[in-house]
């Protein structure tokens, strides 16, 4: 894509997020969630196959209709309110309407459905936007709203969302729909929290973007998206194997690594909150998501796979990736705690 | 504490920055060392704990443990020197900090004062562990091994990190000297019941209980030595340790829900020697006599009386030290005949007299022979079980017979009659093998002269 329209692209994404960010009149939030939603569409289609035209078309419907919904709930607000102004939303079924049109953009369950195939179909940078960037505006419109969520809606679906995310990538190869379901299921650990303390929301997408963006970017530097290629990387860089054995415990939320602070304080404010059993339903359905990263690292780290060349080292010319911040992020997504 | 700490924090850049040649020198120079520092920690105060921060804090029942962890990590990097000396020297860098890492854990867990504190760090030593034990493990079934002890380990303890959220919240803090003070009386309803399960499972399946027990024998065998070391000896005694630390808490209820955990223990621990007599692989033999006799420790916390305190403590410290060494000495056979089946070396005494004597004092501490501190640990477990049921002491001498049985049998098989023929020429006794032995032996000797330091808090 030429250098000036991807620059145009690229800040139409940026503005329109933001504009979702920094409004309070909802008409503009859902201008800014069209901006958004329209840019990304050309992203999502950089490589020009049909599987990414059907990805692409696939995130098309689903936003569109997310935002269509979301129009409807502010419009009942704006019946029973008469503001535009984004507050405690009064009426509890603009409410709900809003938080199911919120959580289809975010790829809740029983919403998800289009996350991990909309990953499958685009390349690994824009798989990397779709699943860092684009959650940030629907979850600070959450955020805003959150004193009028029904609580019970928004369990039930981060429940169903954990156990989807957990149970959906078991029988994955390919790394990026096991990063879409991993996504899914960080989705649901946020949603839950949100009606208790918005703050550890941010908590958790704060450290999930970070983890996210270091596991895609160590993936975007040997190109691969399958286990089978990620397996053949401790010929090439072993030194990123041991980065990717870190990163994925991390995200699968072990002890004493930066992923387990999401875990941990959601669970102190579940409980606070006098609910026992969902966080530890929670808890160890998260074991799920844990047992496929460590697959993950078992063929890539751990062991060594049988591979096409008999050296020790591949024989390869001087390293041209730009690996940009990777270090930094790497480090604050393994050692904050 | 941090005399401990930073020292063990600083053996990372030690590995890294040395000489080729000087690696093993140095970290186990250094471990020695830190060992020794930690041994201060062994004078307590009698009526009270020594209280080195806000975060750290070592009471009679910590020091041994802690001593034990730091005199185990010399000993940890003198056993692997062995097999390590083949692999590209990142890779043997990488292994010792393994180790250290774990180290680092290990002592934070013990000393630790708040209970989330311990909390984290006792999850944290599953990782190093996991990492040794799949990526230095010698069989393509150490992977499976890998993942029954990580999801064991973790099933068990997300519960308990609800739980203790839960007392924070109820008890204002969990600093556990001060919750010491404002204990109340855990009434039975099963709310509480499960409030007490989620507390202790995480032990439970850490010590191991027997119908828990699955990961252990996998996680042991598959391991290289110095993961089997530290597994035995170290990190079943976090179990004990958390289980002796946390039932102050779980009062009177205790009394209650520990019947099925005691016929499990019981029962379990007659099985699993039972099980001893009829292996073939000397490691699971070792492995599952570790079953065995963490049962003991078990029971011993769940009647919770000044004896079985006493006797659970010196137990672990006398356990940890036994096990490690027998798989020790099961790693020189392994290394010389790239085998664990025991049948395979036999005779040994002929050939390698000086380990004979290794495998004898091995073989006499495990059945718990006067006057070493097994002995002390068995025998307190078994007199206080008796107060507790008078029926217990059938099912505790059996076991006892058993335990003599099966370290006899390993005993006998690998050492005495005739050599098998195809091991005539291996190679003999290296100095740093005996060496590796009488550490081991020394402290377990010397101990029996003066238990005290051992015998836990409440003596």
């Known amino acids: ?337 | 504490m941090l005399k401990i700490i930073i020292p063990t924090i600083m053996l990372i850049p030690l590995t890294w920055m040395s000489k080729p040649n000087m690696i093993w020198i140095n970290t186990t120079t250094y471990g020695l060392l830190i060992s020794l520092i930690s041994l201060f920690y062994l004078n307590q105060p009698s009526d009270n704990t020594l209280n080195s921060s806000l975060m750290f804090f070592s009471d009679s029942l910590s020091a041994p443990l802690l001593a034990l962890t730091t005199w185990l990590l010399p000993l940890m990097l003198m056993a692997s020197q062995h097999h390590l000396s083949k692999e590209p020297l990142t890779r043997k860098k990488l292994y010792i900090s393994m180790l250290i890492l774990l180290q680092l854990f290990l002592i934070m867990t013990f000393t630790a004062s708040e209970l989330i504190f311990f909390y984290i760090l006792f999850e944290a030593t599953l990782i190093p562990t996991l990492i040794i034990i799949t990526r230095w493990g010698n069989q393509t079934e150490r992977l499976n091994a890998g993942l029954y002890f990580l999801f064991y380990t973790l099933m068990g303890s997300l519960p308990l990190l609800v739980a203790l959220l839960y007392i924070h919240n109820f008890m204002g803090s969990l600093n556990f000297l001060m919750i010491q003070y404002w204990i109340q009386p855990l009434p039975n309803s099963w709310s509480n019941i499960f409030l007490w399960l989620a507390c202790m499972m995480a032990f439970m399946v850490k010590m191991p209980l027997y119908g828990l027990h699955l990961w252990l024998p996998k996680a042991h065998v598959e391991a290289p030595i110095a993961g089997s070391m530290v597994l035995a000896a170290v990190l079943l005694k976090l179990g004990g340790y958390g289980m002796m630390r946390i039932t102050t808490l779980l009062n009177p209820l205790t009394n209650f829900m520990a019947y099925p955990f005691m016929m499990l223990s019981l029962w379990g621990m007659i099985m699993t020697s039972s099980i001893c007599l009829r292996q073939t692989d000397l490691k699971s033999l070792i492995a599952y006599s570790s079953v065995s006799h963490m049962a003991l420790v078990i029971v011993a916390v769940l009647i919770q009386t000044p004896w079985s305190y006493m006797g659970a403590t010196a137990l672990m410290i006398a356990h940890g030290l036994t096990s490690s060494m027998l798989f020790c000495l099961a790693n020189s056979n392994y290394e010389r005949i790239h085998s664990r089946t025991m049948i395979l070396a036999r005779g040994l005494q002929t050939l390698l007299p000086l380990m004979a004597a290794w495998w004898l004092l091995a073989s006499l501490t495990n059945l718990a022979l006067p006057p070493t501190i097994n002995l002390i640990g068995e025998l307190f477990v078994v007199m206080s079980s008796f107060s507790w049921s008078n029926i217990t002491i059938i099912l505790m001498g059996i076991n006892i017979i058993i335990t003599a049985l099966y370290s006899l049998y390993m005993l006998i098989t690998t050492q005495r009659g005739k050599y098998s023929h195809h091991i005539k020429n291996i190679k003999p006794s290296f100095t740093r093998e005996n060496a590796l032995m009488t550490l081991h032996l020394l402290p377990l000797l010397l101990l029996s002269l003066n238990p005290k330091i051992i015998l836990g808090p409440i003596y």
């Open chain 1, 1 to 337: 894509m030429k250098p000036p329209i991807l620059i145009i692209i690229m800040a139409t994404i940026m503005t329109g997020t933001m504009i979702v960010m920094l409004s309070s009149h909802w008409l503009l939030i859902w201008i800014g969630f069209e901006m958004n939603m329209l840019a990304i569409i050309p992203i999502l289609m950089k490589k020009y196959n049909p599987r990414a035209m059907e990805a692409s078309t696939k995130y098309f419907l689903t936003q569109a209709t997310a935002s269509m919904l979301l129009m409807m709930g502010v419009t009942i607000n704006l019946l029973y309110s008469g503001q535009w102004v984004i507050s405690k939303i009064s009426n509890p079924i603009a409410s709900i309407m809003m938080t199911t049109a919120l959580t289809m953009k975010l790829g809740l369950s029983p919403f998800h459905f289009w996350v991990p195939e909309v990953t499958q179909g685009i390349t690994l940078m824009s798989g990397m936007i779709l699943l860092t960037w684009q959650k940030i505006a629907p979850m600070s419109i959450l955020y805003q709203i959150s004193p009028s969520i029904n609580t019970n809606l928004l369990m039930l679906m981060a429940l169903t969302s954990v156990l989807v995310g957990g149970w959906g990538g078991l029988n994955q190869t390919q790394l990026r729909k096991i990063m879409a379901y991993s996504s899914i299921a960080h989705m649901g650990w946020m949603a839950a929290i949100i009606t208790y303390n918005p703050t550890m929301m941010v908590l958790n997408l704060t450290l999930y973007i970070l983890m996210t963006l270091s596991t895609f970017m160590l993936f975007m530097l040997n190109s691969s998206t399958t286990t089978l290629s990620l397996s053949h990387m401790w010929n090439k860089f072993p030194l990123i194997t041991s980065m990717i054995l870190i990163l994925m415990l991390s995200l699968g939320g072990l002890p004493p690594l930066s992923g387990f602070i999401p875990k941990w304080m959601i669970i102190q404010e579940l409980t606070k909150n006098n609910m026992i059993i969902i966080p530890t339903l929670m808890a160890i359905t998260a074991l799920l998501n844990l047992y496929f990263y460590l697959r993950l690292t078992y063929s890539t780290a751990l062991t060594m796979f049988p591979s096409t060349n008999n050296m020790k080292m591949k024989w390869q010319f001087e390293y041209t990736k730009k690996a940009t911040l990777l270090p930094p992020l790497i480090i604050t997504s393994t050692m904050l705690l």
